[in-house]
C-alpha cells in the first residue's frame, strides 16, 4: 500500500498547512477522505436499496417452499433466488468491491498519520535516524528527560544504547539503530529534550522546534502524542469517548442499514451473542486505545462521528422502501403465476421428507378410483319357484 502514502500524506501536509495544530487537521483531513469516499458509500447503499426492493417476491418465494427443510427443497430455494436476482440484475457480491478498497485505504491512512516527521515536517529518513541516535547519546549520558515515557520506547532506548560499546571499551554510535520506530512518539520525546540535544549538538543539520508537528490542545495543557493509561487525568477521557462513539456509532448505524430475512434471522438466533458483540467490538477499540498515542484515537473518534453521519446522509438521500401488505400480496401473485401448486388430499400417503418435485410447475395428476361394482346375485334371472298352495282345506271331502 506503499503507494497510497504519498498522497495520502500531502493532504494531511495540506490540512497542517491549513491549521497547524494535528488534531484540527486530522479533523479536516478525516472530513476530507469521507468526501472522496463518498462514491463508495453512495455505490454500496444503491446496491443495498436494489435488495431492499426485491424484499417482496424474496418473501414470496420463500413462503412457496415454506414448512420444507431438505436440502433438496434449500436448493431449489436458493436457485429461485438467483434466478430472481439475476433477472432483476441485482449482483450480492457488487458491495465487497468498495468495502475492501475503502478497507485497504483506511490502513494507509493510520500508517502515514503515525509518520508526521515524514509526510507533515518532510523530514529524510536520515534526519529521523540521526534524532533517534540523538535520543540514545542523552541517553547513554544521563540526561534523558523520562517525563511522558511509554515503557516499550524506554526499553527500545536501553536496547540501542547496548550497543554503542566496541572490544576496545569506546562508544561508537554509528551502529545505533533509530529506537523509536513511532514517530509520534520520537516527536513527544525530542520535543521534550529539545533544548539539551540542541546545547550538544545532536539535532540534524536545519531541524528546528518549529519543524515538530504541534500535538497540543489548549495552548500546551493536553498533550495529545501521551498515551492514555488509567489514572484520573484529562487522558482517560480519550478512552471513554471511543467507547460511547465506538457503540453509539455501531447501534444507531444498525437502525439505518436494510437487514434482509436472513439476516434478521440470523441476529434473532443469536439473540444474546449479538447483543454480548455490540459491546466486545467497543470494548475491543478502547483497550487498543491504551497501546497508541492519544492521536490516534482521537482520529477514530473522528472516524466513527463521520461515518454516522454519511449513513445518515445517504439514508435520506436514497431511503429505503417501505411495503403494505398489498404489495406483499401482489408480489406473490406475481411470482406464483403460472406455478400450479399441488392440491392437497386426505387420503393420500405423504411424500418422504427427502424427496420433491424438482420442477414445481409439473403436477402429477393422481389415478382416480375405478367404481365399486356391485356383485350380482348368480341367482338373479332365473325363474322363482311356484308356491305350493295349502290345500288342507279339501281333505273333507275326501273323507
Known amino acids: 500500500m506503499g503507494f497510497l502514502n504519498k498522497p495520502i500524506g500531502w493532504i494531511i501536509s495540506l490540512c497542517y498547512k491549513l491549521i497547524p495544530n494535528y488534531a484540527l487537521a486530522l479533523l479536516i483531513f478525516a472530513i476530507v477522505m469521507k468526501l472522496l469516499l463518498f462514491p463508495f458509500g453512495i455505490k454500496q447503499q444503491k446496491n443495498m436499496l436494489k435488495q431492499a426492493k426485491l424484499r417482496p417476491k424474496e418473501q414470496a418465494i420463500r413462503k412457496r417452499y415454506a414448512g420444507r ?119 513527544r520525546v525530542v520535543r521534550n529534550n529539545y533544548g539539551k540535544l540542541d546545547e550538544h549538538g545532536y539535532l540534524p543539520k536545519g531541524v528546528e522546534y518549529k519543524d515538530l508537528p504541534n500535538f497540543y490542545l489548549f495552548g500546551e495543557t493536553f498533550d495529545l502524542s501521551v498515551y492514555p493509561t488509567v489514572a484520573l487525568n484529562w487522558y482517560i477521557l480519550i478512552p471513554i469517548l471511543t467507547f460511547v462513539f465506538t457503540f453509539g456509532s455501531m447501534k444507531l448505524s444498525k437502525k439505518f442499514m436494510y437487514q434482509s430475512d436472513i439476516q434478521q434471522q440470523q441476529t434473532a438466533d443469536m439473540g444474546c451473542s449479538m447483543k454480548i458483540m455490540d459491546y466486545v467490538m467497543p470494548l475491543m477499540s478502547t483497550f487498543i486505545t491504551f497501546s497508541m498515542p492519544s492521536i ?71 389415478p382416480k378410483p375405478e367404481p365399486k361394482k356391485e356383485k350380482k346375485d348368480p341367482k338373479a334371472g332365473l325363474i322363482a319357484p311356484a308356491q305350493i298352495k295349502d290345500e288342507s282345506d279339501k281333505k273333507s271331502d275326501i273323507d
Open 69 to 187: 427443510d431438505d436440502q433438496v427443497t434449500r436448493q431449489k430455494m436458493q436457485e429461485d433466488l438467483m434466478k430472481l436476482y439475476q433477472d432483476e440484475g441485482y449482483n450480492p457480491a457488487s458491495g465487497c468491491l468498495p468495502m475492501i478498497l475503502q478497507l485497504v485505504i483506511v490502513f494507509a491512512v493510520y500508517g502515514v498519520m503515525r509518520a508526521p516527521l515524514t509526510y507533515v515536517s518532510d523530514l529524510s529518513k536520515k534526519e529521523i535516524k540521526e534524532l533517534g541516535v540523538g535520543i540514545v547519546r542523552l541517553y547513554d549520558a544521563g540526561e534523558l528527560d523520562e517525563k511522558d515515557f511509554n515503557k516499550n520506547v524506554w526499553n527500545n532506548i536501553e536496547k540501542q544504547a547496548g550497543k554503542i560499546k566496541t572490544e576496545e571499551g569506546e562508544k561508537d554510535f554509528s551502529k545505533v539503530g533509530n529506537p523509536i520506530a513511532d514517530q509520534v512518539d520520537l516527536v
Open 296 to 366: 490516534i484515537a482521537v482520529y477514530w473518534i473522528y472516524n466513527n462521528v463521520l461515518s454516522f453521519a454519511q449513513q445518515v446522509a445517504l439514508k435520506y438521500m436514497y431511503p429505503l422502501p417501505v411495503f403494505t401488505e398489498e404489495d406483499y400480496k401482489q408480489a406473490e401473485r406475481e411470482m406464483n403465476k403460472g406455478v400450479k401448486q399441488p392440491k392437497k388430499k386426505a387420503n393420500t400417503a405423504k411424500r418422504a421428507a427427502h424427496r420433491i418435485d424438482l420442477d414445481d410447475d409439473e403436477v402429477v395428476e393422481q
